[in-house]
């Protein structure tokens, strides 16, 4: 009879040597993965200045209108040619800019495509064309 008391009797102790396994496992795993996860190339960074840069933004903007008008900037522009050696001219003193192309929507898709063909061969290859959100208008 007493044996069988025995057996229905609650626990008052716990045994945690299972749970500080796991807990000791885990944190292994842990310290192992975050060391693997720091190693990497070891690259000489440059430092920026606190100053704030006061240049002007490069990037130069060619408008085509309507009527087929080119703009460099705000500046009109006569022809392609004239186009084509302002760039280079800035292109000697800035060798890669960016530039943003804005064609209006009823101007003939070939005076753009020139345009771009003659950013190709000026190898200036950072080039954005500006569109407008669909449903917004302009004015």
Same mark, same amino acid.
């Given at each position: ?7 229905? %009797?609650?626990? @008052? ?7 500080? @396994? ?13 060391? %693997? ?17 006061? %240049? ?6 060619? !408008?085509?209108?309507?009527? =087929? !008008?080119?703009?460099?900037?705000? +500046? ?5 040619? @004239? ?6 001219? +800035?292109?000697?003193? !800035? ?7 804005? =064609? @209006? ?25 500006? !569109? ?8």
């Amino acid at each position: 009879m007493a044996k069988a008391q025995e057996e229905g %009797a609650l626990y @008052d102790d716990i045994n945690v040597t299972p749970m500080l @396994d796991l807990a000791y496992v885990l944190l292994i795993i842990f310290i192992i993965m975050t060391t %693997a996860s720091v190693q990497g190339i070891k690259v000489n960074l440059p430092k920026a200045s606190n100053t704030p840069s006061l %240049a002007k933004p490069t990037t130069k903007a060619i !408008t085509i209108t309507q009527d =087929g !008008t080119l703009y460099l900037d705000a +500046y009109p522009v006569a022809s392609l040619q @004239d186009l084509e050696s302002r760039l280079m001219a +800035y292109k000697a003193s !800035t060798p890669q800019f960016p530039i943003v192309v804005k =064609g @209006d929507s009823a101007v003939q898709y070939q005076k753009v495509i020139e345009v771009l063909d003659l950013l190709g061969r000026l190898e200036l290859t950072q080039i954005g064309l500006v !569109t407008q959100r669909s449903g917004v208008k302009h004015e």
